[in-house]
């Protein structure tokens, strides 16, 4: 067998053992390296690359020792599981960076940042001035995670005591023009919604790149034509529109009747129609 067979040959197959021994290690080792993690998948490649390369060596010796080097991380990770003592000895611990707005020096000496760096990381979460930072720590995967003091934190609905229901995730109902059956159940709708929707927007299956169900039954499409811009749906606004116009309607009854009874009962319906205007405003209005 010639060389360059035997290179493509091995190679394939490191490949394949290394796509086994990182997907047996878990997603952990590419959304939060650490430092013994990040040693062990150098060395796993490098490994991999010896075997591909040194026609002398045994292939299975390579192997073992990918393998070996795959079995003691996952080891480790189990003690750390069960113990957060091993797991502080593993992975480290969060070093306080910024704590009540002050940076604490000493803390950036022991873990070698310099000033620069941490304003730096600082920037990338949003964050200018060192004033506006609350609390900042140094992960063990070496991100740096930062609160803003309580005037700098953006609004939210809670805390403007609104209440706001739980969104669905929408849900991708034609893909490369191709109906998806599966989500446009799952959105509670079939086929003949979806093509009365699509002829309300004036737009073909065959021209739809991508289109996607909201949770509240909106239906946003994506054409292949990128010059064409289809409208908006506009179910939402008008329906609140219109409970908007029935609240002044009926305190424009109100208003105009002589009538007590007339006017209480009245009254009483437009107390009713805000409460269920606050109610729907959360799903309504944008």
């Known amino acids: 067998m010639q060389l360059w067979v035997q290179i493509v040959l091995r190679s394939l197959a490191a490949l394949v053992v290394l796509f086994l021994m990182t997907r ?7 959304s939060q390296l650490n430092f013994f993690h990040y040693i062990v998948g150098i060395t796993i490649g490098q ?4 075997i591909s390369l040194e026609l002398e060596s045994h292939f299975m010796l390579g192997v073992a020792a ?5 079995l003691i991380p996952l080891g480790f990770e189990w003690l750390s599981m069960k113990s957060k003592h091993m797991r502080n000895l593993f992975d480290g611990d969060g070093t306080v960076l910024i704590k009540d707005g002050k ?5 950036l000496k022991k873990v ?8 730096e990381e600082l920037r990338k979460k949003n964050a200018f001035r060192v004033a506006d930072v609350e609390f900042a720590v140094l992960e063990s995967d070496g991100e740096v995670s930062v609160m803003l003091s309580k005037e700098n934190q953006p609004l939210t609905p809670r805390s403007l005591g609104i209440r706001v229901p739980n969104v669905q995730e929408p849900q991708t109902v034609i893909m490369d023009g191709e109906i998806v059956d599966e989500p446009l159940a799952t ?4 086929r003949g919604w979806l093509s009365a929707e699509l002829e309300k927007l004036g737009v073909a299956q065959e021209n739809v790149f991508l289109a996607q169900v909201d949770a509240y039954g ?9 010059q064409v ?7 939402r606004e008008v329906l609140w529109a219109t409970l908007r116009k029935c609240e002044a309607d009926l305190e424009l009854f109100s208003l105009a009747t002589d009538d007590r009874k007339g006017k209480k009962l009245y009254g009483k319906c437009v107390e009713s129609m805000k409460n269920v205007l606050r109610e729907a405003e959360p799903f309504l209005k944008r």
């Not at 047996?24 to 590419?30: A, M, P, R, S």
């Not at 940076?103 to 803390?107: C, F, G, M, T, Y």
């Open 24 to 30: 047996l290690l878990g997603k952990k080792q590419l």
């Open 47 to 50: 490994i991999a690359g010896f």
């Open 66 to 70: 990918m393998l070996v080097w795959t």
């Open 103 to 107: 940076v604490l020096e000493d803390n």
């Open 112 to 119: 070698m940042l310099t000033t620069d760096e941490l304003l």
């Open 187 to 190: 959105a509670g709708f079939n």
């Open 218 to 226: 909106e239906l946003t499409v994506d054409l292949y034509d990128d």
């Open 229 to 235: 811009k289809t409208p908006e749906p506009s179910q």
